[in-house]
Structures are given as C-alpha cells and as structure tokens.
T-cell receptor, first 116, second 115 residues
Framework: AQKITQTQPGMFVQEKEAVTLDCTYDTSDQSYGLFWYKQPSSGEMIFLIYQGSYDEQNATEGRYSLNFQKARKSANLVISASQLGDSAMYFCAMREGPNNFNKFYFGSGTKLNVKP | GAVVSQHPSWVICKSGTSVKIECRSLDFQATTMFWYRQFPKQSLMLMATSNEGSKATYEQGVEKDKFLINHASLTLSTLTVTSAHPEDSSFYIC???????????FGSGTRLTVV
C-alpha cells in the first residue's frame, strides 16, 4: 500500500485565491511527522510546513496551513492568497517514528499552476 | 539555517564514464545522508542511506556496484555513478536530517545527462 497518496496530479488556481492540495497517509505508527515541500522548476526542495502526529493544533506558516485530520489520515496543504510564484510541484511526505533519521516517504506530487 | 551544498548542479557525460556528485554540509555535521533520484514528472525515490564511517544501505533494486556511495567524513557524502548509461540520466538530490520539525535539508540537486 502507498504510504503517501496525492490524488491531484495538477491543479489550477486563480491568483489571490486559496487552494487546497490533498494528501492522505498510511501508517500504523503512533508517532510520525508530516511535511510539505515545494519544488520549483529549478529542482530544489523547499520545506514549507510540518505537523507532528501528537500536535493537536493545525500547523501554520505564513500563507501555508496544514489541515490535519488524524482519524481520516489526511494532511492537506492550504495555500491562501495564491501568488504567481507559488506555481511549482508540491510534495507531501511522511516520516514514520520519532527518529528524524528514519527515511521519508514522498507522495507523487501535485503540480500547481497559478493563473494571473 | 543548515545548508547542504551539492555539486555539480548539472553534468553531461559520455556513456561508460563515471560521474561523482558531492554533498557537503556547510554548518552542521551530517552523520546521515539520504540520496534520491527523481525522473521527470515523478516523485523522489530513495536510492540509499549513507552513514559516516560505515557502509551505505541501499534500497531494493538499486545496484550498489553502480551507485557508489562514500561518507568518509561528517561533512561530505559522495555518490559516484559508475559506467553511466543514458538510462541513468536523472535528477539526483541529497538530503540530511535536521531537527524533528524540519525534516530534511536538501541539496540543490544534480541534473545528470548521459549521452
């Protein structure tokens, strides 16, 4: 079974509108971490936001927020007030266990296009 | 913040030659380095995990004799693609663990083209 599932290969959003990128995960661990990364066309991986499995509140970082629904095993990324520079690939990732030296599992990614 | 410097950023080589990719942690000690490969429009696939002073751990299906990984110091890990073939053309990217809430710090990636 896939550890991380991103069901939206591509998304379009109008500039200044909000957009939600979906992510579901599969793990039997009680302790895990969920991450979102942005990958522009240059290829670098840019860390956006983190949610720990024991965090009761949804994580927020500026225009990014993570809608964490533990019972549904979903960790959707919400980008508010989209900007043209947000156009990129977005990857959801999970680290199982409390140890940051455990490997990450990446989803297949969502390509976001922001229209002017 | 922590930085991983990866070089070269792109390389073109002839079939049959070897290419070395370096990842250096600039302001922290990276006891572990993860190496990923990414084909166009696909996700990152973990190739191997290198640990300073010990042998790398390769993921299933990755040829350890073809993709040589060395992690001889706490600040340098290298990936050598030996006897490269066109099918090895890909984007290779390294990453090192950071604090629990920041996941990994990634290098900037190396785009390898084998002709």
């Amino acid at each position: 079974a896939q550890k991380i599932t991103q069901t939206q290969p591509g998304m379009f959003v109008q500039e200044k509108e909000a957009v939600t990128l979906d992510c579901t995960y599969d793990t039997s661990d009680q302790s895990y971490g969920l991450f979102w990364y942005k990958q522009p066309s240059s290829g670098e991986m840019i860390f956006l936001i983190y949610q720990g499995s024991y965090d009761e509140q949804n994580a927020t970082e500026g225009r990014y927020s993570l809608n964490f629904q533990k019972a549904r095993k979903s960790a959707n990324l919400v980008i508010s007030a989209s900007q043209l520079g947000d156009s990129a690939m977005y990857f959801c990732a999970m680290r199982e266990g409390p140890n940051n030296f455990n490997k990450f599992y990446f989803g297949s990614g969502t390509k976001l296009n922001v229209k002017p | 913040g922590a930085v991983v410097s990866q070089h070269p950023s792109w390389v073109i080589c002839k079939s049959g030659t070897s290419v070395k990719i370096e990842c250096r942690s600039l302001d922290f000690q990276a006891t572990t380095m993860f190496w990923y490969r990414q084909f166009p429009k696909q996700s990152l696939m973990l190739m191997a995990t290198s640990n300073e002073g010990s042998k790398a751990t390769y993921e299933q299906g990755v040829e350890k004799d073809k993709f040589l990984i060395n992690h001889a110091s706490l600040t340098l890990s290298t990936l050598t693609v030996t006897s490269a073939h066109p099918e090895d053309s890909s984007f290779y990217i390294c990453s090192a663990p950071q604090g629990l809430s920041y996941g990994y710090t990634f290098g900037s990636g190396t785009r390898l083209t084998v002709v």
